[in-house]
């Protein structure tokens, strides 16, 4: 029996102690909780305070395991609690996780978590642990895996379904070069439904090459989050098929039928009854387990996820045998256990803001205003009160996009196909084909993966799909990996695609209703995480559709002009408020359409001012980009104009508060001011002003 | 392919274990009290093997919230409103003889929850299609709403036998893999093995 060593992690945790300014975590020893009643205090975790790393939990024995694999749910839950982040599917692995680190060596073997979000308990044992409270702070944790900050993280994630890809060439790399570890690679059951699984699985069966998939499976496909009524069935055929392997009780019933045959024909029993086995194992298989056998993985399970003894005893097993091709494990978990108030929940606590670990109650603050997502809800919800053919397509974000009010309210007209952006982007395709008008809620970096279907099924042959795209520009906690960067430059760029974007919470339901009138060519219109301003909203929600191509001019001013493009032109507005008192009267226009462009405007703009800036919250290659193709082309950079395109930086911003990540990406308002300022020669104030 | 099979077997124990195949005239480690229960296996045309485990209870009629109300399957609201209520009436602790009071209220708690369930169309549909699936369970509570948690209960002590027999087919497997039969027909991983045992 390990003699249990603690020393006091609070106290001489180095980070911790930096933190002089921000409240410091206390660990107060209260007695231990009841399963299901939380103190506001955190339980003690006597096994975990004596984990750094998983090599030291090799020495422990089975029954400290027990104690050991609850240990790190009360961690991630007061972590969380402090932090905000994704609990849910963290509280599901614990046990998991636990067993992996404790049977294989990371980091030589190599685990992959898809997405990550569910990486909390994996890096509480991997080292991280005493950096938890700093977890999705500017410069803190990263709340996925990352490989610059550990290198037990072995491969980044934060979209789904590539870790059976990675994982693969992780076990072929390993093979070319005569190595000898293991590869562990956990998915989930929603991120299996994206063909990219099935993509690597099948390659994953022909390669034959040495692998661990884990599928972790919590009946949870989609992600519902705020505002539903209830718990919603899994969406998709395969989730019926998961449950049916579940529930497949016939192999044992068969075997039985055959031992008792094998017993009356007499003879060899052993030999017969394991031929039967095998017969009847393969009758079953045929049709039952399934997809997985079919590709070429040996499929092992269901598995109680949430017994440890069990977990440790398959992996060792597998880990011990020599060749196996690769496997696949099938996990079966609940999201949220051990907390009750997760595990009651309709969201299973998915995402969570800052809560009371004791009643569960999570601490949204109340604004004014209400965020972009639940804005594009009504408005779409209002247009299609009007128009019966609109239809709303996400994938698997019924939450996050805000379609669970427009499915509340029309429930057969909103399609979630699970996490399939490319299935999602062409099945739109296919109902404009038939006179709908879809509508395509997909965050702008999600759209990444759908980019062919967006070229070659919607805009090459011009079918009116409209894509709202949310989480634009910057995100804030959740990194560059959910960062929406690109997505200007990417849909701009397309001949026949109208690419617009709301400068405001009103402007977006005018958008909403301007795509909904688009109905000869695709469109699209970006808006960011956030809540909006606090300007009037349309009166029934409903919007008026814009004119195609006309940007409109905020205020008018000279010398110095600042175009504008979607949320950005806020900042522009606060930077001529900076500037007033300096005697300098900015013009700032917004330019709402980056395609077609309001070429008018810009005429206008180069023409009677010396300066011309353009701020957008997209990588270089995006309005700036088309502003400054069409100036060069009309003449308009001939002459005396000083033109200076603001865009993100050309590097990712890292996972941080949206301000602190907007101060990184230099396009916050006192940027643009100072930028101003010294364009005309004023550096002395552009130094003060960013000071 | 498409054979029925239907074997009565003895009741098995909730730890999985199998008990005696009846066919021997073994010794039952069943109480006569508890009548057995039903294990019939078809196997369906696409191969698909499928089991319905019926649980009794005293009753033996009871297998489903159908039966139990005396509704057919495609039963109306009203119908089991109609069928609840009589029920009811007949088994309420208050109105039952002091004698029956208890199975009475067992009876009655049935019948309610029966009601719950069928009366509520979500509810209904799930219990449907638990029924389509082969798993009868009837009497258990469906209160959280996850829809198949008692799916899980009922089949966890079966996984853990099944999962055992997968890891022995795995060695076998291996060692399949290890010695391959056509030297022409390797795959790449198999070829890399090779390689590496030089």
Known sequence: MASVATWDRSASSPYLQEQSGKEKVKWNFASLAERGEYFSEKPPTPLLDTIDYPIHMKNLSTKELKQLADEPRSDVIFNVSKTGGHLGSSLGVIELTVAIHYVFNAPQDRILWDVGHQSYPHKILTGRRNMMPTLRQTDGLCGFTKRSESNYDCFGAGHSSTTISAGLGMAVGRDLQGRKNHVVAVIGDGAMIAGQAYEAMNNAGYLDSDMIVILNDN??????????????????????????????????????????????????????????????????????????????????????????????????????????????????????????????????????????????????????????????????????????????????????????????????????????????????????????????????????????????????????VRFAMDRAGLVGADGPTHCGAFDITYMACLPNMVVMAPADEAELFHMVATAAAIDDRPSCFRYPRGNGIGVELPPGNKGIPLEIGKGRILLEGERVALLGYGTAVQSCMTAAALMEPHGLQLTVADARFCKPLDQGLIRRLANSHEVLITVEEGAVGGFAAHVAQFMALDGLLDGKLKWRPLVLPDRYIDHGSPADQLMEAGLTSHHIAATVFNILGKAREALQIMS | MCSSYAAVAQPLHRTGESLPFPFFGSSTRTSVARPPQFVSFQIGPRGAARASLIETVEEPAARTFYELLGVPETGTLLEIKQAYKQLARKYHPDVSLPDRVEEHTRRFIRVQEAYETLSDPKRRELYDRDMAKGVHLAFTSRRRGKFDEELQMANKSEWKSRWQSQLSGLKKRSMQKETPDDDNNLTWGARMRRERNK
């Open chain 1, 219 to 464: 009946k949870q496909v989609s992600l519902p989050t705020a505002n539903l009524d209830g718990p919603i069935p899994p969406v998709g055929a395969l989730s019926s098929a998961l449950s049916r392997l579940q529930s497949n009780r016939p192999l044992r019933e068969l075997r039985e039928v055959a031992k008792g045959v094998t017993k009356q024909i007499g003879g060899s029993m052993h030999e017969l009854a394991a031929k039967v086995d095998e017969y009847a194992r393969g009758l079953i298989s045929g049709s039952g387990s399934t997809l997985f056998e079919e590709l070429g993985l040996y499929y092992i399970g269901p598995v109680d996820g949430h017994n440890i003894d069990d977990l440790t005893a398959i992996l060792k097993e597998v880990k011990s045998t020599k060749t196996t091709g690769p496997v696949s494990i099938h996990v079966v978990t609940e999201k949220g256990r051990g907390y009750s108030y997760a595990e009651k929940a309709a969201d299973k606590y998915h995402g969570v803001a800052k809560f009371d670990p004791a009643t569960g109650k999570q601490f949204k603050s109340s604004t004014p205003t209400q965020a972009y997502t639940t804005y594009f809800a009504e408005a779409l919800i209002a247009e299609a009160e009007q128009d019966n053919i609109i239809v709303a397509i996400h994938a698997a974000m019924g939450g996050g996009t805000g379609l669970n009010l427009f499915d509340r309210r029309f429930p057969t007209r909103c399609f979630d196909v699970g996490i399939a952006e490319q299935h999602a982007v062409t099945f739109a395709a296919g109902l404009a084909c038939e006179g709908l008008k879809p509508f395509c809620a997909i965050y702008s970096s999600f759209l990444q993966r759908a980019y062919d279907q967006v070229v070659h099924d919607v805009d090459l042959q011009k079918l009116p």
